[in-house]
C-alpha cells in the first residue's frame, strides 16, 4: 500500500514537472519574441527619427534649418515615431513618407512650430 501511494505520489511528482518545464520553455520563448519585437520596433522607430531629421536642410554654419511645419519628434511609449505638425497634417504626411520610405510613424497637430519657438527663446 505504502508503495503504491509513493508510486502514486512520484507519478504525480512527474507529471507537475514536467507540465512546469514545458511552461517554463513556452514562457521562455514568449519573452524572447516579445523582446524581438520591441527592440525591431524601437529600432525602426529610431532609424526613422534619425532618417528625418536628416533630411533637414543645412546653412553654411552648420546650423540646422527645420521646416516650418515642423514641431519636434519623439519616440512615444509604444515605441512609435511621433511627428508633430502645423497645419493640414495631410499635405506634410505624403512628403513625410517620402523621405523615409515607410508609413511607420504618426503625426499630431500642434499649434506652434520649432522655428516659432525658437524665435521666441532667450537662448539660442
Known sequence: MIVALYLGNMKMFL???LISIMCSCVHKNTDEEVWKDLLGK???????????KDSFLVDSLGKTIYPNYYTGSYVNTTYELVIG???????????????LGNNLFLITECEYSYNHLLSKSIVR
Request: hydrophobic share 30%; aromatic share 6%.
Open 42 to 52: 524601437t529600432t525602426i522607430a529610431n532609424t526613422n527619427k534619425d532618417k528625418y
Open 85 to 99: 505638425i502645423v497645419g493640414d497634417t495631410s499635405v506634410y504626411r505624403d512628403e513625410i513618407r517620402k523621405i
Open 15 to 17: 507529471l507537475l514537472s
